[in-house]
């Protein structure tokens, strides 16, 4: 018989209980409900609706049950619904009649809810560290990149030269914002649901903030319908961990250029590359592929949980069951995703001949030939149809900036004079971008200066 059987007749049918039934997924939930029984019965036994005895047999028997369950020596019931009537249902066999004093004063619905923030408390904590090692990553790349040039790419068109640290530390603020997030949904979730009840607290006398003191959470939920019923906590961690996706997405998807035939602006380590069933030759960058294919996936999870509570009316709905293997999928799909893809950018070989080669071709320099003229007193719209006509003259004669003389460039404008040539040199162009947030050599030492100092202050949530 279930353990909210009393009120009924007869057993659920078995297709029932399956349909029913949560503990599927939601048996990796195990510590976070036997910690939240521990702090309960330590607060009941600390308003003296339990023995201090009786506190320390249940606690004793927790204890017990989660060595058990962590050494594979229990089988969850699925007729026992969830984790939380599980581990009491094992309790009671384990401790006897005891047990069943354990639930005094509380709901699955406050339970759960306890659970699910204990657990997503702890994951994002360990996401932002992968997030941190891949920072730690970016960081040293671009310290080892400052000066090699590469083109910078607008509409997927070549458009300024830039260098591969400017390139890197555009992801580092990306992903820099995502701790920003992740560290904001953490704040945001600790708050305890812990006696809420099904939704409208009870008529013992807990003590709510000392069950939030003892699990770890800076307040509690100020209104019982609102704490068994929120998932925001939930969507906002999803939502920061689909753009963290995101960014590694479109992070792969350069990747996956930069390593073609096309590009060769890189080489994957052939430990985080794969090759052809039938084709000899090739080398295939399936990690940052996977990636950018899991990353729809977790955007699914989200839009998932979204639809889930569009219509939900307060309080508690078994709707709310659906959060969990979506949660689950998107967390776990992300720690698949982020050490891969940091120990793949940390192996890779960077080819910086062929991306400053990569940076002379496409006209990349333009806009610092039109910026001379400007220099020398023309007006930008003046001086950017001059340079639109040199372009299309190199064009027409399969030639570029750099290799035209002085008098084709004297044919266009009297302004021109040999000093053309070093500002419209790679180097000049990069370094002469002193403006904050430029490729400037100068400007990124002082970038990865600061980048360093971030690690160093913010190690952790």
């Given at each position: 018989?279930?353990?909210?059987?009393?009120?009924?007749?007869?057993?659920?049918?078995m297709v029932?209980?399956d349909?029913n039934?949560s503990?599927r997924f939601?048996?990796?939930?195990?510590?976070?409900?036997?910690?939240?029984?521990?702090?309960?019965v330590?607060?009941?036994?600390?308003?003296q609706?339990?023995s201090e005895?009786?506190?320390?047999?249940i606690?004793h028997?927790?204890?017990?049950?989660?060595?058990?369950?962590?050494?594979?020596?229990v089988?969850?019931?699925?007729?026992?619904e969830?984790?939380?009537?599980n581990?009491?249902?094992?309790l009671?066999?384990?401790?006897?009649?005891?047990?069943?004093?354990?639930?005094?004063?509380?709901?699955r619905n406050?339970q759960v809810a306890?659970?699910?923030?204990?657990y997503i408390?702890?994951?994002?904590?360990?996401?932002?560290?992968?997030?941190f090692?891949?920072?730690?990553?970016?960081?040293?790349l671009s310290?080892?990149?400052?000066?090699?040039?590469?083109?910078?790419?607008?509409h997927?068109?070549?458009?300024?030269p830039?260098?591969?640290?400017?390139?890197?530390?555009?992801?580092?603020?990306m992903f820099?914002?995502?701790r920003?997030?992740?560290a904001?949904s953490?704040?945001?979730?600790?708050?305890s649901p812990?006696?809420?009840g099904?939704?409208?607290?009870?008529?013992?006398?807990?003590?709510r903030n000392?069950?939030?003191?003892?699990?770890?959470?800076d307040?509690?939920?100020?209104?019982?319908?609102d704490?068994v019923s929120?998932?925001?906590f939930?969507?906002?961690v999803?939502?920061?961990?689909?753009?963290?996706?995101?960014h590694?997405?479109r992070?792969?998807?350069?990747?996956?250029?930069?390593?073609?035939?096309?590009?060769?602006?890189?080489?994957?380590?052939?430990?985080?590359?794969?090759?052809?069933?039938?084709m000899?030759q090739?080398k295939?960058?399936?990690?940052?592929?996977?990636?950018?294919?899991?990353?729809?996936?977790v955007?699914?999870?989200?839009m998932?949980?979204l639809?889930?509570?569009?219509?939900?009316?307060?309080?508690?709905?078994?709707?709310?069951?659906e959060?969990?293997?979506?949660?689950?999928?998107?967390?776990?799909t992300?720690?698949?995703?982020l050490?891969i893809?940091?120990?793949?950018?940390?192996?890779?070989?960077?080819?910086?001949?062929?991306?400053?080669?990569?940076?002379?071709g496409?006209?990349t320099?333009?806009?610092?030939a039109?910026?001379?003229l400007?220099?020398?007193?023309?007006a930008?719209?003046?001086?950017h149809?001059?340079?639109g006509?040199l372009?299309?003259?190199?064009?027409?004669n399969?030639?570029?900036l750099?290799?035209?003389s002085?008098?084709?460039?004297q044919n266009?404008?009297?302004?021109f004079?040999?000093?053309i040539?070093d500002?419209?040199?790679l180097?000049?162009?990069?370094?002469?971008?002193?403006?904050?947030?430029?490729p400037a050599?100068?400007?990124?030492?002082?970038?990865?200066?600061?980048?360093a100092?971030?690690?160093?202050d913010?190690p952790?949530?």
């Amino acid at each position: 018989m279930k353990l909210w059987g009393g009120r009924f007749s007869k057993s659920t049918d078995m297709v029932v209980d399956d349909f029913n039934s949560s503990i599927r997924f939601d048996q990796r939930l195990f510590r976070e409900d036997i910690q939240g029984s521990i702090a309960h019965v330590t607060m009941l036994a600390a308003v003296q609706i339990l023995s201090e005895s009786e506190r320390d047999t249940i606690i004793h028997g927790l204890k017990d049950l989660e060595k058990s369950i962590e050494n594979n020596e229990v089988e969850f019931d699925i007729s026992a619904e969830d984790i939380h009537m599980n581990i009491e249902t094992l309790l009671i066999q384990q401790i006897g009649d005891v047990a069943k004093k354990m639930h005094t004063g509380r709901s699955r619905n406050d339970q759960v809810a306890t659970d699910m923030r204990l657990y997503i408390k702890k994951e994002v904590q360990a996401i932002d560290q992968d997030v941190f090692k891949l920072l730690e990553t970016l960081l040293k790349l671009s310290q080892e990149h400052i000066e090699t040039i590469m083109p910078g790419y607008t509409h997927l068109q070549k458009a300024q030269p830039t260098t591969l640290s400017h390139h890197l530390m555009a992801y580092f603020e990306m992903f820099k914002r995502d701790r920003d997030r992740l560290a904001t949904s953490y704040h945001r979730m600790n708050q305890s649901p812990l006696g809420a009840g099904a939704f409208a607290t009870t008529t013992y006398p807990l003590d709510r903030n000392m069950t939030a003191e003892l699990l770890d959470f800076d307040a509690i939920c100020l209104n019982s319908m609102d704490a068994v019923s929120d998932r925001d906590f939930l969507l906002d961690v999803l939502y920061a961990l689909s753009m963290i996706m995101m960014h590694l997405s479109r992070f792969s998807e350069e990747i996956i250029l930069w390593c073609s035939h096309e590009f060769r602006f890189i080489d994957l380590d052939d430990a985080y590359s794969t090759g052809s069933s039938i084709m000899p030759q090739k080398k295939n960058p399936d990690i940052p592929e996977l990636i950018r294919g899991k990353t729809g996936r977790v955007y699914g999870d989200l839009m998932s949980l979204l639809t889930t509570m569009k219509g939900l009316p307060l309080a508690y709905n078994k709707d709310t069951q659906e959060d969990k293997e979506v949660t689950f999928d998107a967390i776990d799909t992300l720690k698949m995703c982020l050490p891969i893809f940091t120990k793949l950018l940390d192996t890779m070989t960077v080819r910086k001949e062929v991306m400053r080669s990569g940076a002379e071709g496409g006209f990349t320099n333009a806009t610092d030939a039109a910026d001379y003229l400007v220099k020398k007193g023309l007006a930008f719209r003046d001086a950017h149809e001059v340079i639109g006509k040199l372009v299309l003259y190199c064009v027409n004669n399969n030639t570029n900036l750099s290799k035209l003389s002085l008098s084709e460039y004297q044919n266009l404008s009297p302004l021109f004079e040999e000093d053309i040539f070093d500002a419209i040199s790679l180097d000049t162009c990069v370094n002469k971008r002193q403006v904050i947030g430029g490729p400037a050599k100068e400007q990124m030492e002082k970038v990865n200066t600061y980048a360093a100092t971030y690690l160093c202050d913010y190690p952790s949530i």
